[in-house]
């Protein structure tokens, strides 16, 4: 009788409370808010971004000094169209930035439709010591407008780079001064970046402005995911 006893107080001690099982069931139907905080913190975003220009203004240099912090002095042109990818940490937002080198040949322009649409930024570049492809930046921007078809073309991102500044000052066609007054004029002024892809100036600064803007563009899709799990953990906080 007495083993009996002992038994039974062993048992007793091993099987669980109906309290303890109740919230061993509740952590794993309904994990605390740090889950669904962890879970937007992580969560991705693809932006896809176009860079164009003339022939030779450096687009390719400027890309592969963004992602790959590489530069070379060897020209390549461009057949078709080539992209890269890089993954950017924005505002606890993984973001894989898939930026399209197209070529700046007219030949190749045709091919503009498969490439531009779906498109969540663009970058237009020019050569400072080349007053021509500055001047094709209208064009760009149009040819842009009309191929990608964005929702809001008005307030579509696009960042302009002038880039080659590490070029002898005698060399420079395009000033500063000129080129912002154009950003300005446009009915929504564009932000503007001198470059260096060869000296790496402001190349990180103005891929990571960029990509910012179209975050900001498409904050109606990005954010609600965030705000819904933010509101869900504030219910089972309390």
């Known amino acids: ?51 164009l220009g003339d022939s030779g203004v450096g687009k390719t240099s400027l890309m592969n000094q963004y992602v790959n912090r590489k530069f070379t002095n060897q020209y390549k042109a461009t057949i078709g169209a080539d992209f890269l990818t890089k993954e950017v940490m924005i505002e606890d937002k993984l973001v894989t930035m898939q930026i399209w080198d197209t070529a700046g040949q007219e030949r ?32 760009w921007r149009e040819e842009f407008l009309i191929q990608a078809m964005p929702r809001d073309p008005e307030n579509f991102p696009f960042i302009v780079l002038g880039n ?32 260096s892809a060869s000296a790496n100036t402001n190349v990180q600064q103005a891929f990571q402005k960029i990509a910012t803007m179209a975050l900001e563009q498409d904050d109606g899709y990005v954010l609600l995911e965030s705000a819904t799990s933010t509101a869900m953990c504030n219910w089972l906080a309390t």
């Open 1 to 51: 009788q007495r083993q009996m006893c002992i038994r039974d107080r062993c048992c007793r001690r091993r099987r669980p409370s109906p309290v303890n099982s109740l919230s061993i069931s509740t952590s794993l139907l309904f994990p605390r808010h740090d889950f669904f905080f962890t879970m937007a913190h992580r969560q991705k975003v693809l932006l896809k971004v176009i860079v």
């Open 108 to 139: 190749f322009q045709s091919l503009g439709v498969a490439f531009y649409r779906g498109a969540d930024a663009c970058v237009l570049v020019y050569d400072v010591t080349n007053e021509k492809s500055f001047r094709q930046l209208d064009s």
């Open 164 to 195: 080659k500044i590490d070029k002898p000052q005698g060399e420079r066609r395009v000033g500063r001064a000129k080129a912002e007054q154009w950003c300005q004029e446009k009915s929504k002024p564009l932000p503007h970046f001198e470059t």
